[in-house]
């Protein structure tokens, strides 16, 4: 089935430093990419849709210079969190989505957990 | 914003059949309704997803009211393991691509 990779799994960084997280697809081609964030007790909150080659759509209240999204290829996009302060500390999960079988899937990285100190 | 509603939480015996009911009256003739769970600390995992017939897979079943207004997932024989919190999730569409906006959940507990 399709897998989808995100790496690391837990980072823990200082306030003011950046962190990427990187998310590969990896069976498959994701001509689409999308990055979440997930609080404590909280669902899951869509940042942006990123696609191959082009730049990436934030949803409202995201700020695209805090949070770069780089889709250079079909298996792999990446999130970095520039100038982490505390409160960007959070689960970051990464979604792929693919046409398989004639019906369109989403597979989901099992996540990042960024503690900023 | 999430188009569906959900209860916040429920209760299942174990082996027995959980009904996970899911409100989305605004939904639009060509939007899917997907069902995810979310265990602890973990990425989502997919379950099923449907537009307007009935779906079954090994996991479990979607029932789609005629209307689409609602739905129903069921787990045929609920194990602990089905412990988690269960989205229902219309795909909404958008030129950038169709995207999952997920709303709140509902966490079901499977009891022994």
């Known amino acids: 089935g399709a897998v989808v990779s995100q790496h690391p799994s837990w980072v823990i960084c200082k306030s003011g430093t950046s962190v990427k997280i990187e998310c590969r697809s990896l069976?498959?081609?994701?001509?689409?990419m999308f990055w979440y964030r997930q609080f404590p007790k909280q669902s899951l909150m869509l940042m942006a849709t990123s696609n191959e080659g082009s730049k990436a759509t934030y949803e409202q209240g995201v700020e695209k210079d805090k949070f770069l999204i780089n889709h250079a290829s079909l298996t792999l996009s990446t999130l970095t969190v520039t100038s982490a302060h505390p409160e960007d500390s959070s689960f970051y999960i990464c979604?792929?989505?693919?046409?398989?079988?004639?019906?369109?899937?989403?597979?989901f990285g099992s996540g990042t957990r960024l503690t900023v100190v | 914003d999430a188009k569906t509603t959900q209860p916040p939480s429920m209760d299942c015996a174990e082996g027995r059949a959980a009904n996970l009911p899911c409100n989305h009256s605004t939904i639009s003739g060509n939007e899917y309704v997907y069902w995810y769970r979310q265990i602890h600390s973990q990425g989502p995992q997919y379950i099923i997803h449907?537009?307007?017939n009935n779906e079954t897979n090994e996991m479990a079943s979607l029932i789609i009211t005629e209307d689409r207004k609602s739905s129903t997932l069921i787990l045929p024989h609920a194990t602990l393991r089905d412990t988690a919190v269960y989205y229902c999730?219309?795909?909404?569409?958008?030129?950038?691509?169709?995207?999952?906006?997920f709303g709140a959940g509902t966490i079901l507990r499977v009891k022994s």
């Open positions: 449907g537009l307007k």
């Open positions: 999730i219309v795909r909404v569409a958008s030129e950038y691509g169709n995207k999952l906006v």
């Open positions: 069976d498959f081609q994701a001509t689409t």
């Open positions: 979604s792929a989505g693919t046409l398989r079988q004639g019906r369109y899937g989403y597979t």
